[in-house]
């Protein structure tokens, strides 16, 4: 099923024949973007060979990668940092040996022993996926930000951070679980509680665009049961300034049985932030409506929340963007005043309860069948304006689309 998927996502992909150089146009712009992820793919490109990519008319070289190669050619990647309303933005496509080419890595990932995977970005370290078997879930520590300070908290990895309250130990920087799966705890630790186990590190990937992890996961309960099939893709992207793009793809898969996520506000695709940038402390949350801090924000659906603050100085933050196919978007957001937010769509009871609505969020997922939940991270400097994050999500939901250039004959 996923191949025949992929097969029809590749017709519809924007594709032209490289033969001699091609032009690629997004045409003029209806709308601003920032910090957006541009695919096209390309037919004609020989196995040996690899493609160079430049800005038209100025030539400036654009770094780009090749995301996949297929029977139907190559799908390209790049980054265009700012694309404005009103304008039209063309890139040339060449042909070029391999070894011409030669762009050095600007993502690194490499696995670090047995338990973890380091992914430097500019040289500099980004974060790492611990995937210790004794853990009960993989996770993303540290998390470095975009001045190169951590982003968010160092407990219970650091028992000994300075500055740091020790309340809700399984918070741990990056994660994703649930509080009710198969009537199975997966989001605190302990004798009764369930595990999510990593089970094969799928694929490593670095480039001068991107950086790649895929892994699959089984779902444990405390008595050994397997409840899902867990696969997960993280894509990781620089931007200018020390800021980065986390893109975040999870697929869950049910085994012989359907499985029921229960309706808890304990969940799911959440951070920890560093204690300077929590809302109690000064830091401030913004989501796509409009509504600001815990109060306006907490269990409301929402594209996307950003949330901000002071860290070493520098005012830095974390938005999580909610795409349009993830399941059940958009999403209902957990978001506390110290340092917690997390994009849950199964907790309606207690999100609406203070609405006085009565909505039941529980979800079967019956045997055999699959759920995907999509995201972005930015990891940015200044405020949500500053960092433009709504035109960061349009970039996300709905990207321009892109044409080949037809050039009029004389």
Known sequence: ????????FALLLPSAVLAGPLKITTGTLSDDYAATLLEFQIRGVPEPDDVRLQLFPSGKAVPCQIKERTESGVRIVWLASELKKGTEAVWEVNLVPKESQSLKA??????????AVQVLADGKELTRLICDPGA???????MIGPNEKMITRQFPMNPNAEGEDKDHPHQRSLWFTHGSVGGVDFRSEGAEKGKIRQTALESLESGPVFGKIATKNEWIAPTGKKLLDDHRVFTFFPLPRGERLIDVSITLTAGNEPVVFGDTKEGTFGIRLAESMKEARGGH???????????????NPADWVDYFGPVG?????VAILDHPQSFRHPTHWHVRDYGLFAANPFGYHDFYEKKKEKKDGTYTLEKGQSMEFRYRVYLHRGTTEAAK????????AAPPDLHPRVVKKA
């Not at 009960?136 to 540290?142: A, G, Q, V």
């Not at 949350?285 to 269990?299: F, L, P, T």
């Not at 100085?313 to 933050?317: E, F, L, M, N, Q």
């Open 1 to 8: 099923m996923r191949s025949l998927a992929f097969s029809l």
């Open 106 to 115: 600007q993502v690194e990932v490499t696995k670090q022993g047995d338990t």
């Open 136 to 142: 009960y879930k993989p996770y993303f520590f540290p």
């Open 285 to 299: 949350i913004v989501n796509s409506s409009g509504q600001h801090g815990e109060k306006e924000a907490w269990g």
């Open 313 to 317: 100085g520098d005012t830095v933050g």
């Open 389 to 396: 994050v709504s035109q960061v999500y349009r970039g996300f």
